[in-house]
């Protein structure tokens, strides 16, 4: 094989890992705190305190545990992130962050948050 295909096939490898990183932050931003107050009618500082395990009021003990598992999610989520942006990718696989972003130009690929915010707007 040629160096150049060689090149293509790591920097195609690489766009496949970005898009999976992305569908992961965009999981990970459904469960942030904020989302996770909207979701739950409540305070943003209530969610920090569900995840810590104090007492609350305004929640039942089944949101609760919901919660902390939508925590746990996140955590679990964040954890595999750093590894999954396009420059750690880039370094990775020896292709140019350039190269990924041609290579998910041609797999007609577009971030999910971007897609969001076009359907927030409509």
């Given at each position: 094989?040629s ?7 790591r920097a ?7 898009m999976?990183g992305?569908?992961l932050?965009a ?7 904020k989302?996770?107050a909207a979701?739950?009618a409540?305070h943003?500082s ?9 007492p609350?009021?305004v929640l ?9 598992q939508c ?11 750093p ?6 990718l880039?370094?990775?696989y020896q292709?140019?962050p350039?190269?990924i972003?041609?290579e ?6 577009e ?5 969001r915010?076009?359907?927030r707007?409509a």
């Amino acid at each position: 094989m040629s160096r150049d295909h060689l090149n293509k096939m790591r920097a195609r490898q690489a766009a496949k890992d970005y898009m999976h990183g992305a569908d992961l932050r965009a999981q990970s931003e459904e469960l942030s705190d904020k989302l996770l107050a909207a979701k739950f009618a409540c305070h943003v500082s209530t969610i920090k305190k569900v995840r810590e395990h104090m007492p609350v009021a305004v929640l039942d003990d089944e949101d609760q545990v919901l919660i902390r598992q939508c925590a746990a999610e996140k955590a679990r989520i964040d954890q595999q992130l750093p590894k999954l942006s396009k420059s750690y990718l880039s370094r990775h696989y020896q292709v140019s962050p350039e190269a990924i972003d041609i290579e998910l130009d041609l797999a007609g690929w577009e971030d999910p948050r971007i897609q969001r915010k076009k359907r927030r707007a409509a």
